[in-house]
């Protein structure tokens, strides 16, 4: 398969609004995509690197170096679109914190500050729902655009390739009313309220 840029698709679609605003982006190295996880505790997956992006300049300067370890380690590059902030992330990190200190459980105590960032602690709602072929997308498409779901008006931000298929990114919306719609037309797909959006994939065998 050939490799997935999006850089250029998902520039448009960051937005720093208040002091402390930041994209956390991961590189994950997964078990699925045929590559070894190194004996990682969790065997499904590596994360190989974060990084945080506070303005445009920084994401876009990013872009060689993601890449060159995207094809290196045979890992996959993605962003939340949901944007960080820093007093939120701290609040967040002394929580999980103060639990650890409580429970006397110290094992991985590095790790916090990305399981801070992987929380939904933005103020932000965008959701992606995973479409893995081409009639799934039509269907999915199709299905929002009706006037039906609220909240009435384009629920779709953007629509982000992936390796076979698409992520269509959303503004939140009526998920009850849509999983009935996609019961009529035996569509099955997950509404991930937290994900990150594909940014970079590899070039796969």
């Not at 679609?13 to 969790?42: A, H, P």
């Not at 639990?99 to 991985?108: L, P």
């Not at 709602?125 to 039906?148: A, F, G, P, Y």
């Amino acid at each position: 398969m050939n490799a997935v840029n999006n850089f250029k698709l998902i520039a448009p679609l960051l937005s720093w609004q208040e002091v402390g605003d930041y994209y956390y982006c991961q590189l994950i190295l997964r078990k699925k995509d045929g590559t070894t996880t190194f004996g990682n505790k969790n065997n499904n997956a590596r994360l190989i690197k974060a990084y945080t992006f506070f303005n445009l300049e920084q994401f876009q300067r990013k872009e060689e170096e993601i890449i060159e370890l995207c094809e290196l380690f045979k890992c996959r590059a993605g962003i939340s679109l949901n944007r960080r902030n820093e007093e939120r992330i701290t609040v967040e990190l002394l929580k999980q914190l103060s639990d650890r200190i409580a429970s006397y459980n110290y094992i991985g105590i590095n790790g916090l500050l990305n399981t801070a960032n992987g929380r939904q602690t933005s103020q932000d709602r965008i959701w992606l729902i995973d479409c893995d072929t081409q009639d799934e997308h039509d269907k999915v498409m199709n299905i929002l655009s009706t006037e039906d779901i609220r909240p009435h008006g384009d629920k779709v931000i953007a629509v982000v390739p992936t390796y076979k298929g698409h992520h269509i990114v959303t503004n939140k919306f009526d998920v009850f009313h849509f999983n009935q719609l996609c019961k009529d037309v035996y569509l099955k797909v997950e509404i991930h309220k937290n994900n990150p959006v594909a940014l970079y994939y590899p070039e796969k065998d």
